[in-house]
């Protein structure tokens, strides 16, 4: 038997910044008003630290009622990195450049960086108006990111929109990072899906009505290319234990393809539950192997 429930709890609230000082390579929080969206009437302004208004020991108030004033802020951007987390080691993100079903003063789409990696310890987020959407103004960002969490740029960035494909491919070859166009973009997806119903339906600007952001695709069906023929086909099922084996090597040796974090999804699954699949052999498995992995990316970044 398997169950399925979305394990929110690596998603990360924004907090208001601590005026004590820490260290940017363990862990930075900055929310940030953007001033360009929302006259003064409509946007919700932050409760913060004055330096020197009062002494410490004059007043003590709770770290919590910071945090409920920044959770009731959608409007607030988000630049963090677990503090458990070692920066070298987080080598991949996955990010998301796109317009929000949200409008600001001057009637237009806001647009949102989305940055994190598959473990959620590396979270960002920052809007930006209509008029400065270039890959020039996503490189600065992604420059940003890495300076301000202390974090060194990614190897490779995954993306899932096939639409901004030329903005992301220029900006990270720009800085030497491999694009990857792919829909293995899980943690990313759950977040968006997450900040769709906690953050962008209660921002004042949001559209009503407006399109989902993350529309299902139905690609037509596509004749199989020739160098992916198997010389037998079969459809196989193995107990989850021996799966778990086979996804073990992912990280252990050099093997085409991805594993699932179940853990992020909230999966559980018994060792003997039997899962479904399809085997193929071939005289030529290893290269066929390359190739179906490299398809099946191509094919998933379309629409």
């Not at 429930?5 to 260290?23: E, M, V, Y």
């Not at 949102?112 to 400065?132: A, G, H, I, R």
């Not at 070859?173 to 792919?182: A, M």
């Not at 199989?224 to 198997?230: A, R, S, Y």
Request: aromatic content about 10%.
């Amino acid at each position: 038997m398997a169950t399925l429930s979305f394990n929110s709890t690596r998603i990360k609230s924004p907090s208001l910044q601590s005026h004590k000082p820490f260290s940017k390579s363990h862990f930075s929080t900055k929310p940030n008003n953007v001033p360009f969206l929302f006259p003064s009437k409509t946007h919700p302004q932050l409760h913060r630290f004055k330096p020197n208004s009062i002494s410490e020991s004059s007043v003590s108030v709770p770290e919590e009622a910071f945090d409920d004033a920044e959770e009731d802020d959608p409007t607030s951007e988000l630049s963090y990195l677990d503090s458990e987390t070692d920066p070298s080691s987080v080598t991949e993100w996955e990010l998301d450049f796109c317009s929000r079903p949200i409008l600001d003063i001057r009637g237009k789409k806001i647009w949102e960086l989305v940055v994190c990696d598959s473990s959620l310890s590396l979270q960002y987020t920052k809007y930006f108006p209509n008029n400065v959407i270039n890959s020039v103004t996503l490189k600065d960002a992604m420059e940003t990111i890495s300076e301000d969490l202390g974090v060194p740029l990614p190897e490779k960035v995954r993306f899932f929109r096939s639409q901004m494909q030329t903005i992301i491919t220029k900006s990270c070859k720009e800085l030497g990072i491999k694009p990857v166009p792919s829909k293995r973009c899980l943690s990313l997806l759950l977040w968006l899906e997450e900040r769709y119903e906690t953050i962008y339906m209660r921002h004042p600007g949001f559209q009503k009505g407006s399109k989902p952001l993350l529309a299902l695709d139905n690609p037509f069906p596509m004749e199989l290319p020739e160098n992916l023929f198997g010389e037998k086909w079969a459809f196989v099922q193995l107990p989850f234990s021996a799966i778990r084996e086979e996804i073990s090597s992912l990280d252990e040796r050099f093997v085409f393809g991805a594993g699932l974090d179940l853990d992020l999804l909230g999966i559980e699954v018994d060792d003997n539950t039997l899962i479904p699949g399809l085997a193929v052999a071939s005289s030529r498995a290893k290269p066929l192997a390359g190739s179906l992995d490299e398809w099946i990316g191509s094919v998933f970044s379309r629409g």
